[in-house]
């Protein structure tokens, strides 16, 4: 990844959690859980319809039928760097579920208060309204996993609320079912972080993670999360 990013402006960083958005051909969603975590270079962003099937095992996929299914891929999420110039704020994803579209993700933004975000699609499609969730601290980072399996991970914390993405790049659904998208929260600081939110369902009945610090990590760093390890690529 370049070295040569730029930083979002401060305004921009910290939880947000979608209100609302309005498309141009009169469809409105309202019900869809949507958080946008954003750190000084990156975001993970992450979308869970409501009437998402609930599983309790990653075996369950395979029966499925075909409607329960395909709201299973209505899930998205992604990952990656954010630029801002002036107005326009766009987000170029590394990895993402179901799979990595070839539009341009871009917004004009507008802050109607420091807390209250208006989004209008570039090419006037839809407008989405953005209400911040999570403000302080907020540390990111892109890892490279050393298992040989070409994974990387984005890891974004602030306070007692993370998100993690891990998966591989340029695939499509199924092959990116392994890609995973998981909001976390702790009680307090030594207390463990729990899957609240996640593209694979059955992380959310109570599965736990280990996650590292990243207030004083550097480049270059080995971390390990969960039991697996992973180079520290860039932090921001």
Request: aromatic share 8%; net charge negative; charged share 20%.
């Amino acid at each position: 990844m370049s070295n040569s990013i730029s930083t979002v402006p401060k305004s921009y960083q910290g939880i947000w959690r979608r209100t609302g958005i309005f498309r141009s051909d009169g469809r409105v969603d309202l019900t869809t859980s949507v958080w946008w975590f954003q750190s000084a270079l990156f975001h993970i962003d992450l979308r869970i319809p409501q009437d998402r099937p609930r599983i309790t095992a990653p075996a369950a996929l395979a029966s499925l039928p075909p409607g329960q299914l395909a709201r299973i891929q209505a899930q998205t999420g992604f990952a990656g760097i954010t630029v801002v110039e002036a107005e326009r704020c766009e987000w170029r994803p590394e990895i993402a579920f179901p799979a990595i579209s070839d539009e341009i993700d871009a917004g004009l933004m507008r802050f109607d208060t420091p807390d209250n975000l208006h989004e209008s699609g570039i090419d006037a499609s839809y407008q989405e309204d953005w209400l911040r969730a999570g403000a302080g601290a907020i540390h990111g980072a892109r890892l490279d996993s050393l298992d040989g399996s070409g994974k990387i991970a984005y890891l974004i914390i602030s306070g007692d609320h993370a998100a993690w993405a891990c998966g591989v790049a340029d695939a499509q659904f199924p092959a990116t079912a392994g890609n995973e998208f998981s909001l976390l929260r702790r009680a307090h600081a030594t207390a463990p972080w729990r899957i609240v939110t996640s593209n694979h369902g059955w992380l959310e009945c109570g599965a736990t993670m280990t996650l590292p610090t990243l207030k004083d990590s550097q480049p270059g760093q080995l971390i390990s999360v969960d039991t697996e390890r992973w180079r520290i690529d860039k932090i921001g």
